[in-house]
């Protein structure tokens, strides 16, 4: 059970035309070349397409994705709409967060919040407010403090419902 | 420029299939390995907090205009032009897309008038090396040996 | 997710040829891009495969395949012509490949070498016809022929000739077929 290389990155160039649409070029490079190698040839490669397109270039992304090889079962009952809430303080003043899907029952308060004493909730605190790991918010800024952790329910998508209803 | 912070996503699936992401950020100034090494070890204080199963983890460095921009004529996405990379072992192994393709690549006479690529064309041949020089392959890291042909295609 | 398989060995499979109008072939093409996702296939051995030979067959669509079968074909015509009729084919350039003269939409029975298959059926018809028959043709013009002097022989015999000369009458008709 490993979260497994795909062979290649993906470099996806964004388009919008002049009525709007959005569409996307996607180029392949091999997985162990390095983000600022490809955004170098990414510049080159959009420089190009701009002279040929009559679509502006609305920005691009570099995406390298794993995929877990032996999936684990998971636990029966779970539903991914039950969500773990956690709400942080940036270093710049502002929030970020992040969700659990199908967060377990054991670290919930029965009104729904999250109990801030459980050791895992400590742990993943610990670990992400401190300098080991580099997560950050959307504009960069360190994460300085867990503020909110919550329990909360999002409606199912029409894919989301049972196959078998 | 490119955004300030690269976006991970751990995705996870739950007991009926279904799939949701927990989306954290990162310093895109950081490789791709710094970021990984980080996303394992917040996988692993995840899983015990989760009736899901980690099945995907994905690392996404973004980059936008740093102005607004405009198209530059009228030809909409789905007039394509679509170029074939040879690999080895095939003619056409690979291909890239170009939306909204400006009409004035393509041969002006013989039976592929207004259809075949020049491949002759500057800015064509300029697109060719820089994905040549770029290392660019296909979707199963064969890597592209040459241009070997391309066309208009109807297509997103 | 859909489920279809593609097998590896698809090379081995036998080909359909088909002619698709040029209007039609950006929609063609354009429709196997859903051929290029991974969700269009079972596994990623399907999708590997299956990508290939959708690729192979969008590059094939407007050009190289047809291409090459035509020069082939027009290479075999020319050959034909050549060694049948003795046409001079020259290269004027290989890429694009350009010849001369062109194709004619027909042709004569015309001989234009008599090195050719049919030159030298020409050659050995005139020579049959000069030879036996004594017939002047363009390539050969030897008199009498083989018949006047075989007719000439049985007549002087008749008269009771002295047979050295019908002796040596006979060896210039053993020369002429030398």
Known sequence: ?165 | MLKPAAIVELVWRDASGSTSATTVFAPSSLAVSAIDASATTLASLLMPLTGCVLVAQRIKYVWVPDEPVVASGNNLLTHTGVLFFSIDGSVSGGLVVIHAIDDSVFVSDGPGAGAVIDLENADISALVSAILDAGMCNPFAVPFLDVSGGYLQSRL | MASNQFSSDWRDEPCYLVSVPKPLIPFVGGLMRILEQRGFWLTSEDYENGYAAVVEFEGCLMAACLDDLMQLHEAQYRMLNTALFGVTYATISTDPLVVTPAIAPHVTLDVHNQDSLLGRVDRLTQLVDNRLAGTETPLYDELPGIKQQLEEIIAALGEGTDLTEVISNLEAIALLLA
């Open chain 1, 1 to 165: 059970m490993a979260l497994v290389n795909t062979p290649t990155g993906q470099l996806k160039i964004d388009y919008r035309d002049a009525s709007g649409s959005r569409g996307s070029t996607i180029l392949h490079f091999p997985y162990d070349t390095l983000a600022a190698v490809v955004f170098t040839a990414a510049d080159a490669i959009s420089a190009s397409l701009n002279a040929l397109s009559d679509a502006a270039i609305d920005g691009y992304s570099i995406t390298y994705t794993k995929r877990e090889d032996t999936p684990a079962t998971p636990t029966a009952g779970s539903r991914v709409e039950e969500k773990g809430n956690f709400v942080w303080r940036t270093n710049n003043g502002r929030s970020t967060r992040f969700t659990i899907p199908a967060i377990v029952d054991s670290v919930l308060n029965e009104s729904g919040s999250i109990d801030k004493t459980d050791a895992l909730i400590a742990a993943l605190v610990a670990a992400v407010t401190d300098v080991d790991l580099v997560f950050a918010s959307a504009d960069g800024s360190d994460i300085t403090a867990l503020l909110e952790a919550y329990q909360s329910f999002r409606s199912s998508t029409k894919r989301q419902l049972p196959s078998d209803r």
